[in-house]
T-cell receptor, first 117, second 111 residues
Framework: EAGVTQFPSHSVIEKGQTVTLRCDPISGHDNLYWYRRVMGKEIKFLLHFVKESKQDESGMPNNRFLAERTGGTYSTLKVQPAELEDSGVYFC???????????????FGPGTRLTVL | QKEVEQNSGPLSVPEGAIASLNCTYSDRVSQSFFWYRQYSGKSPELIMSIYSNGDKEDGRFTAQLNKASQYVSLLIRDSQPSDSATYLCAPSQGGGNKLTFGTGTQLKVEL
């Protein structure tokens, strides 16, 4: 079974440009999460999809970030326009919806390292 | 106060010894607790999960939870050099199970 995949693995852009990150969850997983780790800090939650619906977007830093999950399969996270402080590693994770959210195991993708110059 | 506190380390233990990793959390409503292992430049990998007070053992790993003290720990017995990594404590919050991570403890197992 394929794991969570993310594309690209690295992205270097200039301040003010737009970048779109993609996440393909494990097949059949209804829950999809985005997290981010900026240098020297802990991994922080950004948002959570259940199928195509945003369940919780309380961690999104501002309106320069837009996440979508059309059709409830893959998800994209767009940053527009990118700022220097957006640099970090963006992780995607997915889990099955087993009816007991609290016991779901989240499987993480390899991450996308974003560098904004 | 951080939501999840971990000693950043590095924690150095000799091969074959027991490594003890500790974590405290501030959100009393957290119900589930996860330990992830992260090798440098890689993604977090689930090691253990625990939901009830007490101990849970899985192979060389034992997770301990004390909700009254808001404390969770991970013991690694017979530590191996391959256990050298950063260990992340992550309570889950809310019905959506979002994870709140600590900064992680770097473990070094020396030959």
């Amino acid at each position: 079974e394929a794991g969570v995949t993310q594309f690209p693995s690295h992205s270097v852009i200039e301040k003010g440009q737009t970048v779109t990150l993609r996440c393909d969850p494990i097949s059949g997983h209804d829950n999809l999460y985005w997290y981010r780790r900026v240098m020297g800090k802990e991994i922080k939650f950004l948002l959570h999809f259940v199928k195509e619906s945003k369940q919780d977007e309380s961690g999104m830093p501002n309106n320069r970030f837009l996440a979508e999950r059309t059709g409830g399969t893959y998800s994209t996270l767009k940053v527009q326009p990118a700022e220097l402080e957006d640099s970090g590693v963006y992780f995607c994770a997915s889990s099955q919806a087993l009816g007991h959210y609290s016991t779901d195991t989240q499987y993480f993708g390899p991450g996308t390292r974003l560098t904004v110059l | 106060q951080k939501e999840v506190e971990q000693n950043s380390g590095p924690l150095s233990v000799p091969e074959g010894a027991i490594a003890s990793l500790n974590c405290t959390y501030s959100d009393r409503v957290s119900q589930s607790f996860f330990w992830y292992r992260q090798y440098s430049g890689k993604s977090p990998e689930l090691i253990m999960s625990i939901y009830s007070n007490g101990d849970k053992e899985d192979g060389r790993f034992t997770a301990q939870l004390n909700k009254a003290s808001q404390y969770v720990s991970l013991l690694i017995r017979d530590s191996q050099p391959s256990d050298s990594a950063t260990y992340l404590c992550a309570p889950s919050q809310g019905g959506g199970n979002k994870l709140t991570f600590g900064t992680g403890t770097q473990l070094k197992v020396e030959l």
